[in-house]
C-alpha cells in the first residue's frame, strides 16, 4: 500500500473543534510538522475535511 506525506503549513487557531481532533488524530503539532501515513480512504476523508491546513505529497 503507498504511502503519503501530510505537513500542516497553516495554524490550528481559529479551526473548530471537529478539525482540531482531526489535525490530532493525524498526527500534526505544529507548522511545519510532517507525517508520513499509509493512503487509506479514512485518511483522505480526514485530509479533506482539514485541506485548508495541509499539504499532501506523495511518498517515495
Do not use: C
Not at 495554524?11 to 508520513?36: A, P
Not at 485518511?43 to 485548508?52: I, N, Q, S
Amino acid at each position: 500500500m503507498s504511502t503519503v506525506k501530510v505537513t500542516q503549513v497553516k495554524s490550528r487557531n481559529g479551526s473548530d473543534k471537529r478539525q482540531l481532533d482531526t489535525l490530532r488524530s493525524l498526527g500534526l503539532r505544529k507548522i511545519g510538522h510532517t507525517v508520513e501515513q499509509r493512503d487509506t480512504p479514512a485518511l483522505r476523508g480526514m485530509v479533506h475535511a482539514v485541506r485548508h491546513l495541509v499539504k499532501v505529497e506523495e511518498a517515495a
